[in-house]
């Protein structure tokens, strides 16, 4: 079961571990070969505590019970280290990245510095055709403004190359832009989902509920619901409308929430409960990215201070005195 409805790639790894089992390979080597397929302590803590379980006995729901519980208090803390590191993370972020841009700067103002460093079916195709056009339309450009004459191997190059780039970085600025308002709309979604279905709706009725009521504030959420009501319409299952709602919108959130609602429905799980216990984790992560992007304000207000606010401010100060000085030594000079 969790090799069939858990995430890639650790599916594949259980089901692997499977195989092995269906070959007579005892089961505690094919659990051992899966740790060390998987370095990851918290799976070697799970085959542990299985192993453990098998030798000596013991209630296997409540150790694995406290298991989950070990794992869920590791990734919090985890979580709780990013967001009060999250100063020091951006900092060196931007002191690796400034020796790449200081380059970048000498390339542009002294081209002797450059070095060759080349290290849906219908959008698929407009987007090859896209990468294959604004290369052509800028190095056109390029030759029609006399750019080329600066340097005429230089810039027809550089503009072919930020031609390229430049429709694959809009499309991954789009996809991220829609990626953070569908996270952004999640949780109210979460909370008017989880009262459609404890006043007694049923988890496709409240999903069409939740579609209709949200098309005002979140319309890409609502979208996609009433995409997946649709889907289930024309005689597609549950389990697969919800499956492809996961692969389309491409977050984390919206994968574990159906994974966790296709297990409810395998398992006769209160649906309601379930969504509760989600619906406060996603809140709680909610509240930590935003107290990670809080922690890199300080940081990020660095660069505007540099080079706009400091320099304004040592013209103001600075400069009646350096007037006046200058007109002092004008003045001393002899005529």
């Known amino acids: ?56 006995g013991g209630n296997l729901a409540e150790i694995l019970d406290g298991l989950a519980r070990v794992v869920r208090d590791r990734f919090r803390i ?15 972020g931007i002191l690796i990245a400034l020796p790449i841009f200081m380059l970048c700067v000498l390339s542009i103002l002294n081209p002797t510095y450059i070095r060759v460093l080349f290290g849906d079916p219908t959008a698929v195709l407009a987007m090859r055709g896209l990468k294959l056009a604004v290369p052509v339309v800028l190095v056109i450009l390029v030759f029609i403004t006399g750019f080329y004459r600066l340097n005429p191997y230089v810039f027809p190059v550089l503009a072919a190359i930020v031609g390229y780039l430049v429709p694959e970085a809009w499309l991954v600025w789009r996809v991220h832009a829609r990626q953070h308002r569908l ?38 959420l ?57 619906s406060d984790d996603l809140r ?17 207000m660095v660069p505007p201070l540099v080079f706009f606010i400091f320099p304004a401010l040592m013209v103001v100060i600075l400069g009646p005195a350096v007037i006046t000085l200058l007109r002092q030594l004008m003045l001393a000079l002899p005529a």
């Open 1 to 56: 079961m969790i090799a069939k409805e858990s995430a890639e790639p650790i599916a594949g790894e259980f089901r692997a571990t499977f195989e092995e089992q269906n070959f007579d390979l005892p089961v505690p080597d094919a659990l051992l070969n899966l740790t060390e397929r998987v370095p990851i302590v918290d799976v070697r803590f799970f085959i542990t505590a299985l192993l453990v379980q098998k030798e000596t």
């Open 78 to 92: 985890y979580r709780e280290v990013r967001v009060r590191t999250a100063q020091g993370r951006l900092t060196a």
């Open 183 to 220: 996270r952004r709309a999640l949780p109210d979604c979460l909370d008017l989902l989880v009262i459609c279905v404890e006043a007694g709706l049923g988890l496709d009725q409240a999903l069409m509920k939740v579609a209709q009521e949200m098309r005002v504030t979140h319309r890409e």
């Open 222 to 278: 609502s979208d996609e619901l009433q995409l997946v009501n649709l889907e289930m319409r024309i005689g597609k299952s549950r389990i697969d409308a919800l499956r492809e709602l996961a692969r389309r919108t491409g977050l984390d959130d919206i994968k574990s929430l159906v994974a966790m609602l296709i297990q409810t429905e395998r398992f006769g799980t209160s649906v309601a409960k379930s969504l509760r216990v989600y």
């Open 284 to 300: 709680v992560k909610r509240r930590q990215r935003a107290e990670e992007a809080s922690a890199k304000t300080t940081v990020k």
